[in-house]
């Protein structure tokens, strides 16, 4: 019934004169999702997308497609009319009710949008003359603009486009708009949820994960391989770039109190990923942190985290609960890989008892015992790195 989708966003519209650039990218963005469903054409007129579809497509798989890309607002199924002289017009829109609504006993409202201001009806007499039409030809349908149950659009543009049905999209921004950000990614649930949001926002990613070798399996960073190709269905491809941390973290925990490992490691976690950043374009470091849900997520801890970079560093769960970014992580199935029981190199060199309240100064003295090898260590880290694109 369905050989096409109008696609609808929503803060695309008021861009301005730069609007052209994200509609743009959200026309590519569609066309990058749907390209293993099948052969769609997507087309952009007069401040809507259309998608249309070939002879044969999975309506099912399309939908869910088109759900994942960021900067939709809305999908409508929608049959279009080629001959919009007034009868047929009519006349297809009354087939499509006939379709889509086996009861007739509901109430409706008809919507119209005279895009072609050629056409000889105005939109509220297209209303208007549709509303008799429907009455006529469905006695036990009743009208009402107020609160109708079915609402009934159509729209007059090269062609003529009816739909009644609207799925709710992600919204947010086309990924691409908004820069690229460097994603700390690791095995847990919080850094691909903070990923997925920045992403909604336009953001494209690339992401930084730290293995540790023999401490984590083989599994471990195939976990996040997998987390990163999840979140890839959101974002589009994802460069993964797998930092060997075995030998920083067992400089660290040699020479430094260990009450203080997981703040003095994290710091370095964080002087990697932003040089990686610089290294390739990024403009941000994103991470997964939560105030207060673990001891190197305090403000003091986000504080002596935080000294040791120069770019923003983004925190899109920062105010969340845990069961906030659980429920984000179900919506978009990450939340299951997360939980397989594959540790990775936070969790191996933890404290008994890590300071929950660590002074800066203190950290910066502590790290002065390892400037024997510290930046040889880096440096082969970052030199010996492995790059994954996850598609």
């Known amino acids: 019934m369905f050989k096409a989708f109008l696609i609808k966003y929503a803060e695309i519209g008021i861009k301005g004169k730069n609007r052209y650039i994200f509609e743009n990218a959200l026309r590519d963005q569609i066309k990058y999702a749907l390209k293993e469903v099948g ?33 939709v607002a809305s999908i409508c ?39 072609d201001k050629r056409y000889p009806f105005t939109s509220p007499e297209i209303c208007m003359k ?22 009934i659009n159509v729209e007059i543009r090269t062609k003529g486009y009816v739909y009644s049905l609207i799925i709710p999209g992600p919204g947010g921004m086309p990924v691409g708009t908004n820069g690229k950000a460097m994603l700390l990614l690791s095995g847990g649930i919080d850094s ?27 599994r471990a960073k195939q976990k996040v391989v997998d987390l990163a ?15 060997n941390f075995t030998d920083i973290q067992l400089y660290i925990y040699e020479k430094c109190p260990h009450d203080e490992l997981t703040i003095i490691m994290r710091r370095y976690m964080m002087k990697i990923a932003e040089q990686i950043a610089n290294d390739n374009g990024a403009l941000a470091l994103v991470t997964g942190e939560s105030i207060g849900q673990v001891a190197s997520q305090t403000l003091q801890s986000l504080n002596a985290t935080n000294s040791v970079c120069t770019m923003p560093v983004f925190r899109p ?8 970014i659980v429920d984000v992580a179900e919506k978009i199935d990450t939340y299951e890989t997360s939980i ?33 090898q510290i930046e040889e260590l880096v440096k082969v880290a970052l030199d010996t790195k492995e790059t994954i694109l996850v598609d």
Not at 48 to 71: H, L, M, N, Q
Not at 196 to 212: D, I, P
Not at 317 to 324: C, M, S
């Open 340 to 372: 397989l029981p594959f540790e990775d190199c936070c969790t191996i060199f933890v404290a008994k008892h890590p300071v929950t309240k660590p002074s800066l100064k203190a950290i910066e003295r502590s790290e002065r015992n390892l400037e024997e």
């Open 77 to 115: 199924p929608v049959v279009q009319i080629d001959d919009c002289e007034w009868d047929p017009l009519a006349k297809a829109v009354g087939d499509y009710v006939e379709q889509m609504y086996k009861d007739k006993s509901f109430t409706f409202k008809v919507e119209a949008k005279r895009a």
């Open 229 to 243: 190709r999840i979140v890839s269905r959101y974002s589009g491809p994802i460069k993964l770039h797998v930092i």
């Open 317 to 324: 769960v920062i105010g969340f609960d845990k069961q906030d």
């Open 39 to 71: 052969n769609f054409n997507v087309i952009k007129e007069q401040g809507r997308i259309f998608v249309e579809c070939p002879e044969s497509y999975d309506y099912d798989e399309t939908v869910d497609a088109i759900k994942r890309v960021f900067g």
């Open 130 to 151: 549709m509303g008799e039409y429907l009455l006529d030809r469905f006695p036990n349908m009743k009208v009402d603009v107020h609160n109708p149950e079915v609402k």
């Open 192 to 218: 691909p949820v903070a990923g997925y949001m920045v992403a909604k926002r336009g953001v494209s990613l690339e992401a930084t994960y730290f293995h540790a070798p023999p401490y984590t399996s083989e």
